[in-house]
């Protein structure tokens, strides 16, 4: 079945901590993208990819990192340097970058103790 | 600047009543992408629909209908005869052709209750 599949669903860690946040996508799709969602918000966009090799930053890209060395995969890394990382983190990939639908996976909530 | 407002936060009905829920948008392009989004309590944001600036149509599906309207920037979705399973948060959001970045409001909340 093609899809955005994103793992893990849960994600625990301590304080001070980096976390990577894995996205992979088996629909040949140009672009991906990284949202963040908290509580009672929209959407909100931390970095997103139109092609391989390269990745901008979005609204809210301090404290986070990305790669894009493969066309299906676009992990996200939560650094420590991220004061309030607890969130729900949704993955979305377009056919090309721009104004195409973005189609999203099933998110990664990550929690920090 | 662009920007997308879902004034209702929450909204609850009753099984088969039925239910609109508003979207009024901001942009300075003439050429831009309207989307509603539904995301059921496990998460994941499922298309409904998009619709570009140039097509005033209004479009039914089923149960769902959407009312773009330009004058007002408006892009309002309605579900008729709603079912316990609308129950979802739904995101309506902007992206333009000079940005293309998707901008989203802050969701409604609809609550459909048997």
Redesign the interface.
């Known amino acids: 079945d093609g899809g955005i599949t994103q793992s893990p669903k849960y994600l625990f860690r301590k304080e001070g901590q980096n976390v990577t946040l894995s996205c992979e996508q088996n629909l040949n799709h140009d672009a991906m993208?990284w949202y963040r969602q908290d509580p009672?918000?929209?959407?909100?966009?931390i970095y997103?990819s139109q092609i391989v090799n390269d990745f901008q930053k979005?609204d809210i890209a301090e404290g986070y990192s990305v790669s894009r060395e493969k066309k299906e995969s676009f992990p996200l890394t939560v650094t420590s340097a991220q004061k309030n990382p607890t969130a729900?983190y949704?993955c979305?990939s377009s056919i090309r970058?721009?104004?195409d639908?973005?189609?999203?996976?099933?998110?990664t909530?990550l929690t920090v103790l | 600047a662009q920007k997308v407002t879902q004034a209702q936060t929450e909204i609850s009905v009753v099984e088969k009543e039925d239910v609109t829920l508003d979207c009024v948008y901001e942009t300075r392009d003439t050429t831009y992408y309207l989307f509603w989004y539904k995301q059921p309590p496990s998460g994941e944001l499922v298309f409904l629909i998009r619709r570009n600036s140039f097509d005033e149509q209004n479009e039914i599906s089923g149960r769902y209908s959407w009312n773009f309207q330009k004058s007002t920037s408006s892009f309002n979705f309605t579900i008729t005869a709603s079912q316990v399973v609308d129950s979802a948060v739904y995101f309506c959001a902007l992206s333009e052709w000079s940005q293309g970045n998707l901008i989203f409001g802050k969701g409604t909340k609809l609550s459909v209750k048997p």
């Open positions: 993208y009672g918000q929209g959407l909100r966009l997103y979005g729900f949704l979305a970058p721009g104004t639908t973005q189609y999203f996976g099933p998110g909530r």
